[in-house]
Every structure is written in C-alpha cells, then in structure tokens.
C-alpha cells in the first residue's frame, strides 16, 4: 500500500508563490507516474499537473499552464508542485496521486488513472 503526504500548502497572497511536496514515507514511488489534483470548496477535484515515471513528460491543465511547474527527485523520492502567480481561484486543496503501473515516458490526467491518493494540503490564496 502506497502512503502519499502532501506539505507545503499555507495561506499566501494573490502573486505570491508556493511549493508544494508529495512524499512516500516508508515507501517508494521512483518507478510511479504522478499527478497532482486540486478540490474546492463545492467543487469536483479537477486535474492540474502529471508527470511521467521517468520525469520527461510533463502535463497541465490550462489553468496551470505557465505558472506551476512539476517536477520530481528521485533521489529524495519526493513530487512537487511548484506554484507561481497564485490567484484566489487557486484556492483549494491541493493533492497528489500515484499510479504503480506506468509507461516510462506517459503522463496521466484521468482520475481513474490513479491508484493512490494523499489526503491534501490546504493552499488559500487571499486577494
């Protein structure tokens, strides 16, 4: 069983900049595709970023195209999102997921493409 934790959420004001991270502690998620989702208030979780097993590919939602970024470090088994020119409609909860069969160099932007998920970390983003 695969165990995700987000960090790094927290209050911020429109402009402002967050980096969020996704790791596994206890566990491994080197040869995993991941992705990174968001759900507020009221709202569906809605897809904002992937990145491939291998971290050549990289995917965004419109919404994210161009201010965040995804990336990851295998050697400190660890996913993040680094947010930029944050906008109150940013606010949400922020979390990521796993899928533990994946193509090396595919990314994944379905719900139903994921395996695990974190329970999320809170990002406010105040005008």
């Known amino acids: 069983q695969v165990q995700l934790q987000e960090s790094g959420g927290g209050l911020v004001q429109a402009g402002g900049s967050l980096r969020l991270s996704c790791a596994a502690p206890g566990g491994t998620f080197v040869n995993y595709a991941m992705g990174w989702w968001r759900q507020a208030p009221g709202k569906e979780r809605e897809f904002v970023a992937a990145?491939?097993?291998?971290?050549?590919?990289?995917k965004y939602s419109d919404a994210a195209q161009g201010r965040f970024a995804i990336s990851r470090d295998k050697t400190k088994n660890t996913v993040y999102l680094q947010m930029s020119n944050l906008k109150p409609d940013d606010t949400a909860v922020y979390s990521c997921?796993?899928?533990?069969?994946?193509?090396?160099?595919?990314?994944?932007?379905?719900?139903?493409?994921?395996?695990?998920w974190g329970q999320g970390t809170q990002v406010t983003v105040s005008s």
């Open positions: 990145i491939s097993r291998s971290g050549g590919g990289t």
């Open positions: 997921s796993a899928r533990t069969s994946a193509a090396r160099d595919r990314f994944y932007s379905s719900i139903y493409d994921y395996d695990h």
